[in-house]
């Protein structure tokens, strides 16, 4: 899942995108309210985290104008001021959840699942399929029993097809939502990582999971679909 960090200070920027990174977010971070709505206009994210004091244009400001543009990307709100009259503010602009700082990050982590389970597909705790199981708070993978030890971005690509068990997801689709603004789209690196996955988790099991569509990207299903190899 991919996420825009909004917050102006660098240093609390720097340690919180470092922390949600190691969680398997993929983050882009914009310093100040006028980059974050360009960002969010040029990229698909699936959450906005955004502070209140920003230079050039307010977190309000920010949200208020994402909504009149009709973004429905989930935002939630940080920032000092605690008054119940700002977290009404935040919320009648279009917000979705408001936590204030100081915070502990294992609650942001918690709010942050929260909304992305209010997505068009819910994702349970724990996830059941072929033998294969995924806990998804814990990021805990097995198959058959087996614990299979992921990094944390193979780890968020198995996640992002299985949200989108089903479906085709495309090498953009992939690139835009586990991977952030560094991405190179003239790399292999897609490629290399489902290859990795590949040999994790379906290599020495049946039935396979993973199914690469051609000419269209990748389906985790556990049938076999014509067109597949």
């Known amino acids: 899942m991919r ?13 919180l995108a ?3 990174r190691e969680q ?5 971070i ?29 977190g309000f400001e920010v949200c ?3 909504r009149a543009n009709g973004s429905a990307v989930p935002i939630l709100i940080l920032t000092a001021r605690d ?18 700082k100081p915070f502990d990050f294992h609650e942001l982590l918690a709010r942050i699942r929260a909304l992305l389970r209010r997505g068009r597909t819910l994702i349970p705790a724990t996830i059941e399929i072929a033998g294969l199981k995924i806990e998804t708070h ?15 971005k193979e780890y968020a690509l198995l996640e992002y097809l299985v949200r989108h068990s089903g479906e085709v997801v495309s090498r953009k689709e992939i690139a ?21 996955l590949r040999r994790k988790i379906d290599e020495a099991y049946s039935p396979k999971l993973i199914r690469t569509m051609r000419g269209e990207g990748y389906m985790f299903k556990l049938n076999n679909v014509e067109g597949d190899d």
Do not use: C
Not at 3 to 15: N, S, W
Not at 24 to 28: F, L
Not at 35 to 40: C, D, R, T
Not at 177 to 192: A, K, R, Y
């Open 3 to 15: 996420i825009l960090l909004v917050e102006d200070e660098p240093h609390a920027a720097r340690i």
């Open 18 to 20: 470092k922390g949600l």
């Open 24 to 28: 398997t977010y993929a983050v882009d």
């Open 30 to 58: 914009a310093g100040d309210g006028e980059e974050a709505v360009y960002l969010a206009y040029i990229n698909n994210y699936d959450l906005i985290i955004l502070d209140v004091m920003l230079p050039l244009k307010g």
């Open 64 to 66: 208020r104008e994402l």
């Open 83 to 100: 008054a119940v009259s700002d977290r009404i503010s935040g919320l009648d602009m279009g917000a979705d959840d408001y936590l204030i």
């Open 138 to 152: 814990s990021h805990e993978v097995r198959r058959d029993g087996k614990l299979i030890e992921l990094t944390a």
């Open 176 to 196: 835009e939502h586990v991977w952030d603004e560094n991405f190179d789209p003239f790399s292999n690196l897609i490629e290399v990582y489902i290859q990795r």
